[in-house]
């Protein structure tokens, strides 16, 4: 039986399984590694224009999708992602809260209308995201954990010919998170000075798969070295900083941080804007800037770089301990985690989970229903 909707407008078909042939959720003593494990169900919703556009959400059974050999998606590299987490927020299980997922809408909506795709209506999206979340928000770790959201849009047309796809598949999975990375507290991040993630006029500040398969051998080389991170410079000097993998770099010196300006080949962090936006709150100086390389790499040795962390919704804030450029290692305040990225991590998280006020209203509660 179809039921309407309890977040928005848009009609809301639910095949929930029984509750005796659901999985038992981790909990934060369990071995989770991320992204591995799914919830119970996923949320699935076909843009269709023979059928007059968006049908209704559907929220079914996790599982995988049938789908032609020749369909778009497997050819043209139409398909983007958003990555967003739930967080208990409260003292009660079905105390949910998403973060600030009103600009994970707006980067889903800009990353498809670059890719030259149906971009999602707003309010589809956070309805979509709501409704999943409040089926499954049983499976989201409390603190340190989360339940982290991974919704996606792909071509569903068929035929090789290159073209924009008419018809496309918006939907979204869930997964218990612990930790990003396996080295909770800081990671090595290596200067890639040959390939670059993004050029000026290209998809870099849209969340699109390419951008992440074009960045795996220099992944590759990184950890080769020992470095868990591509720190990335810019596409036409090779000197200027970009992003560290998937996080935004930030750089810190007494009471001011720096991090890169959006060129437009750099993913427009979430967690960038929340920092900054909390930073300033603190009474630190913000400068988003060009950022020299070699100058932070000299600031590092000489110590006058104090720390630098990266952000981002799955790896939070995680402090660089220090860079690797070709053989040479250069620590960043003796490879220890400074009180200004402690600081901002802490505030971060705090209202995140509902542990501070949330004087931005950056919380939006999930209403939680037992199903
Ligand atoms: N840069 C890249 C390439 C990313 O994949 C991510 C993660 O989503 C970020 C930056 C950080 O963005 P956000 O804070 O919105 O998660
Ligand atoms: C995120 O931080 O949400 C991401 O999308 C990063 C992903 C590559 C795991």
Redesign the pocket.
């Known amino acids: 039986m179809p039921q309407s909707s309890v977040f928005g407008s848009n009609r809301v078909l639910k095949n929930l399984l029984p509750r005796h042939k659901r999985k038992t959720p981790p909990t934060l003593a369990d071995d989770v590694p991320?992204?591995r494990i799914h919830t119970d169900h996923m949320l699935v919703c076909d843009f269709l224009p023979q059928k007059g556009g968006w049908q209704p959400l559907e929220i079914m059974p996790y599982g995988p999708f049938e789908l032609s050999p020749d369909s778009v998606v497997f050819h043209y590299g139409q398909q983007i992602?958003e990555?967003?987490k739930a967080y208990r927020s409260g003292v009660r299980e079905d105390e949910v809260s998403l973060f600030r997922p009103q600009l994970n809408a707006k980067r889903f909506f800009h990353s498809a209308t670059r890719l030259g795709m149906e971009p999602v209506p707003e309010d589809l999206f956070l309805q979509a995201v709501k409704e999943l979340v409040n089926v499954d928000y049983e499976w989201t770790l409390p603190m340190p954990g989360a339940l982290?959201i991974r919704p996606a849009l792909i071509p569903l047309d068929q035929g090789v010919s290159y073209r924009a796809s008419q018809a496309y598949r918006f939907f979204i999975i869930l997964s218990p998170a612990k930790n990003?990375y396996a080295k909770e507290t800081s990671v090595t991040v290596a200067v890639e000075r040959s390939d670059v993630r993004a050029v000026p006029g290209g998809v870099g500040e849209a969340?699109c798969g390419g951008n992440?398969a074009g960045a795996l051998p220099a992944l590759a080389r990184a950890r080769a070295k020992g470095a868990e991170q591509v720190l990335w410079l810019d596409g036409l000097e090779h000197r200027y900083v970009e992003e560290v993998g998937?996080m935004n770099a930030v750089f810190v010196y007494d009471d001011r941080i720096e991090t890169p300006g959006l060129s437009g080949s750099i993913l427009p962090g979430v967690t960038r804007r929340s920092v900054i936006e909390l930073a300033r709150h603190m009474g630190l100086r913000v400068e988003e800037t060009r950022i020299d390389i070699n100058q932070v790499l000299d600031d590092a040795r000489s110590g006058a770089l104090k720390e630098a962390f990266g952000c981002?919704?799955?790896?939070v804030i995680s402090a660089i301990d220090s860079f690797l450029d070709g053989d040479e290692r250069i620590a960043v305040n003796q490879g220890k985690i400074g009180t200004t990225t402690l600081r901002l991590k802490e505030a971060l998280v705090s209202i995140q989970t509902g542990k501070a006020p949330d004087p931005f209203a950056w919380r939006v509660a999930v209403q939680c229903n037992a199903h």
């Open positions: 991320f992204g992602f990555g967003m982290y990003y969340k992440y998937a981002g919704t799955a790896a």
